[in-house]
């Protein structure tokens, strides 16, 4: 089959995208409120795509009344965010976290999720993350009909679980992929976890 996605309704793009580039990481994003409560959300289109200085991207749509997402908002008026990587144990709370809730509402309470204090972040991360990184908004560009928002984040630390590190020096470090478990989002309500893993050593 050849789908000429000029010809495709947006919702039949958006699915033909989301099934086929696959497997992809999470952003699960916490933010803060206008109130000082915390949102946390997850997020599939999301990518690193800079490593000097440290940049990821998360791509944000809009609310089906066409107004702004609670995550998009907060990032644009307050700034830090942090970003984590779910790992497998952490499925359930974080495909919950996706449910649409009112404007200011916390996910993090809703949900009982344990925060706790991330050095060198004005906010905190989740208790359990394997993976976190504390970011402040680098940019955002609106792109498309939605119009969504890629919004542009500086990473300024990263937590990892110490367990998952094998092997540090000042030009690297090998951490353990079983280790951190990663959850990997498939299309539709589907997910992965990490399975098999191969070494391969780099061409010269």
Known sequence: ???????????????TMAQTIMP??????LSENEGG????????YFAPICSDPPLVMISVS????????????????????????????Q???????????????????ELGIELTEFP?????RIKE????????????KEIGNGPYAMIIGRIHHI?????????????SIRISPSTLNPVGRLGGPQYTELGRIVTLARPK
């Not at 992809?24 to 994003?29: H, Q």
Request: include cysteine; charged fraction near 20%.
């Open 1 to 15: 089959m050849n789908i000429d996605l000029s010809t495709q309704t947006p919702a039949l793009v958006y699915s």
């Open 24 to 29: 992809r990481p999470i952003a699960w994003v």
């Open 37 to 44: 409560s915390y949102n946390l959300a997850p997020f599939s």
């Open 62 to 89: 809009k609310k089906p009344d066409g107004s702004l997402k609670d995550t998009r908002a907060n990032i644009i008026d307050r700034d830090n965010f942090v970003l984590h990587i779910p790992s497998w144990e």
């Open 91 to 109: 499925l359930e709370p974080m495909n919950s976290s996706a449910a649409t809730l009112d404007a200011g509402v916390s996910e993090v309470d």
């Open 120 to 124: 060198g972040s004005p906010l905190p």
């Open 129 to 140: 993350s394997r993976v976190a990184m504390a970011c402040s908004l680098f940019e955002v």
């Open 159 to 171: 937590y990892i679980l110490d367990e998952a590190i094998v092997e540090q020096t000042a030009e």
